[in-house]
């Protein structure tokens, strides 16, 4: 019997242990409970919410607007900054993207007030609107942090 016990249990465990994990997508977000990784806030903007994941350890952050993650990069030294996997809500449909790839606006009603919001294309953006990259964004929220 403890054997038979034994057997099973060791075979969970293999199959269990072959299983790879995708440590790049989107981690699922709990809504109003978990918090920024920089001022601890509680995320629930589901249109300007940023996550990061390291894509060595696969630890996902979160955080309740992208420039808290743009001063959190900064603050807290993070080494992997250039190869990290950042994704963030398109401010308009609350779609996932690549935060690297994508558009911003600079005149928004952001959780902590930095302004930015992600489009996943230039043509949703309102015409005469500044329109910045990625890494601007990021220049421009360590400026304003200093």
């Not at 299983?19 to 981690?27: L, P, R, T």
């Not at 990061?52 to 630890?59: F, H, I, L, Q, W």
């Not at 979160?62 to 992997?80: K, P, R, S, V, Y």
């Not at 900054?81 to 790839?101: C, F, M, P, R």
Request: net charge negative.
């Amino acid at each position: 019997m403890y054997i038979k016990l034994l057997l099973v249990a060791l075979s969970v465990l293999t199959f269990s242990a072959c299983e790879k994990k995708d440590m790049s997508g989107v981690a699922k977000v709990h809504w109003d409970r978990d918090m920024c990784a920089r001022c601890v806030m509680v995320v629930s903007d589901r249109h300007n919410t940023t996550q990061v994941r390291n894509p060595k350890t696969g630890k996902k952050y979160m955080f309740d607007d992208i420039g808290c993650m743009a001063l959190w990069f900064e603050e807290e030294n993070i080494t992997w900054q250039e190869s990290a996997i950042v994704w963030i809500t398109d401010v308009d449909t609350g779609e996932w993207i690549d935060a690297k790839k994508a558009y911003y606006d600079t005149e928004n009603i952001t959780p902590m007030a930095y302004g930015f919001s992600a489009h996943k294309s230039k043509e949703s953006i309102k015409e005469g609107q500044e329109i910045v990259d990625y890494n601007e964004l990021l220049r421009r929220v360590i400026k304003i942090g200093k």
